[in-house]
């Protein structure tokens, strides 16, 4: 939907860019980024008909680099396999407009839930074709979530646009994001670690760490107190990457260093004694003086990290993506990250199109985040498929992954009802019911037959009160092949090296009737 107090912001725009007036009507805003702006605009075609268009107007603190490679990716992959071409690029100064084709386009959250089983398949299928498209070419897309998906259910049409924050394989036909990837690399590899002598207080639930003490680069979870014998702990200045934005919440307790300079043992033990000292002190058995208690974790499942390990200092790092949607691989800080990325991210949305749940994952920081997801894949698999990659995971039970039918099923016949926002009691008892589908809370799946939702739960609607879309796009639920979760399953391996690609997905049995 177009903006309709956007005058002013039309104004300023045609003021950077003065050359799109000569071929551009622009109606309004219909999109809004961090990096950038999306107006709709309408020209005259040679054929006498007025086209429509979509503007980006890319802000101008973005690198001009980045902005060159965003242009490269569509000019090389674009046009093709449900891929966003571009038509033409404006520039003046710092101000850059990309001009692409116009896709009206459905808002995913809205049509989500009258969605059925067959267009969910089309959905995912033409998604899958996209990647493969454009990993083809070396590119990894990066930021995979609905908005950068468009679907026009009307048409059958759609469209994977956004490649703000594109990087390249090792062999990408995209000549900038070679160029990029080069900066970035050598970014990191000013830092240094940096070690830390002293006793370092007791681990908490779950950490993340490289397993070799040779990397040149130290990335750790939050609280990496680790290697208690040798008292060490890793830490480094954040840094600038092209593209990407910090979604990480700062500490109350951060720990600033010297990049050039080993920190000193006193200054390190005068922060974590801080840490100790904001936790009560408890008597002893043996009636000795108080002493300060080491901060208790209180994580194990539950989908976020308990006070006590948000309260110990971490590390800030960039990480290129939205929340919800970022691989493991990329929340434990893997330098190695392949397009296998991209097929994470596409999971996740297939795991919210089987659910009827958006967003389904939904995570303040990387540690939320991946306790978020390993309530779903369980911690075995976690722990497995992070040895893969050069890091350690430590649990302090074991949680076991969960049915992906099972889970979706249960979580479809609460989220495909319509809400009412006028009714808070509703809304508390769906939280509540939500909350036991997720955590199967004293076995609330076994005891739950597929059938529609509580009756307290339908907002006491009448048969003749549902949209005819509704009832006719619910086709499909109860028979859902076997295919489709173990798809879901091959799109959310933990391992990257054993997940699923997009050229091979597109293969799977669950698609035989597309191919």
């Known amino acids: 939907m177009v903006g309709t107090d956007a005058t002013g912001e039309i104004e300023r725009l045609y003021t950077a860019v003065p050359q799109i007036c000569n071929v551009f009507h622009v109606i309004g805003k219909i999109g809004e980024g961090t990096f950038s702006s999306v107006y709709l605009a309408v020209a005259r075609l040679k054929s006498g008909e007025d086209g429509k268009f979509a503007l980006k107007h890319v802000v101008p603190t973005s690198h001009p ?28 100064n710092d101000h850059v407009v990309i001009v692409m084709p116009y896709l009206e386009h459905d808002c995913f959250v809205n049509i989500l839930p009258t969605l059925s089983f067959q267009e969910v398949k089309d959905y995912i299928y033409n998604l899958l074709k996209a990647l493969k498209r454009i990993h083809q070419f070396g590119i990894i897309h990066r930021d995979v979530k609905p908005n950068n998906f468009l679907y026009n259910r009307k048409l059958k049409q759609y469209a994977l646009v956004d490649f703000g924050l594109a990087e390249g394989t090792s062999d990408t036909q995209v000549e900038l994001l070679n160029v990029l990837q080069a900066k970035k690399q050598g970014s990191c590899s000013q830092s240094k670690p940096h070690t830390v002598s002293g006793n370092i207080p007791p681990v908490p639930r ?6 070799s003490s040779k990397q040149s680069v130290k990335r750790r979870w939050p609280h990496f107190q680790i290697n208690r014998k040798e008292g060490r702990l890793g830490s480094s200045l954040q840094r600038t990457v092209f593209g990407e934005k910090n979604f990480n919440v700062q500490s109350p307790v951060t720990l600033e260093v010297n990049t050039t ?15 100790a000292k904001t936790v009560p002190a408890k008597n ?7 002493k300060a208690a080491s901060p208790t974790c209180d994580c194990y499942a539950r989908d976020q990290v308990c006070f006590s390990c948000l309260s110990r200092s971490r590390q800030i790092a960039p990480r290129a993506g939205t929340p919800g949607y970022r691989a493991p691989e990329v929340l434990m800080k893997c330098t190695h990250q392949t397009t296998v990325i991209d097929l994470w991210s596409a999971g996740v949305m297939f795991l919210s199109l089987l659910s009827g749940r958006y967003h389904f994952f939904n995570a303040v ?13 369980g911690s075995g698999e976690t722990v497995q498929a992070a040895k893969q990659f050069g890091k350690t995971v430590l649990c302090s039970k074991k949680l076991p992954a969960k049915d992906l039918r099972t889970l979706c099923e249960g979580l479809r016949r609460l989220f495909t009802v319509p809400k009412s926002n006028s009714d808070a009691e509703t809304q508390k008892q769906r939280a509540a019911l939500q909350m036991k589908v997720l955590e199967n809370e004293d076995g609330w799946f076994d005891k739950q037959p597929c059938v529609a939702p509580p009756a307290d739960l339908t907002n006491k609607k009448s048969p003749s009160d549902i949209s005819e879309p509704q009832q006719s796009n619910i086709s499909g639920w109860d028979n859902v092949p076997d295919e489709a979760y173990h798809l879901l399953d091959r799109l959310l391996d933990m391992n990257p090296a054993t997940r699923i690609t997009a050229e091979e997905s597109l293969l799977h049995p669950l698609f035989k009737d597309l191919t």
Do not use: H, W
Not at 367 to 376: D, R, V
């Open 261 to 275: 300079k080993n920190v000193k043992p006193s200054k390190t033990l005068d922060v974590i004694r801080k840490l």
């Open 365 to 377: 920081d990387d540690m939320n985040a991946l306790a978020q997801i390993m309530t779903i894949r």
């Open 206 to 211: 779950e950490v993340v760490l490289p397993s």
């Open 284 to 290: 002893t058995s043996d009636g000795m003086a108080r």
């Open 65 to 92: 680099n980045r902005t060159a490679a965003e242009l490269q990716c569509l000019a090389v992959a674009g046009g093709e396999d449900n891929v966003m071409g571009v038509k033409y690029c404006f520039r003046k």
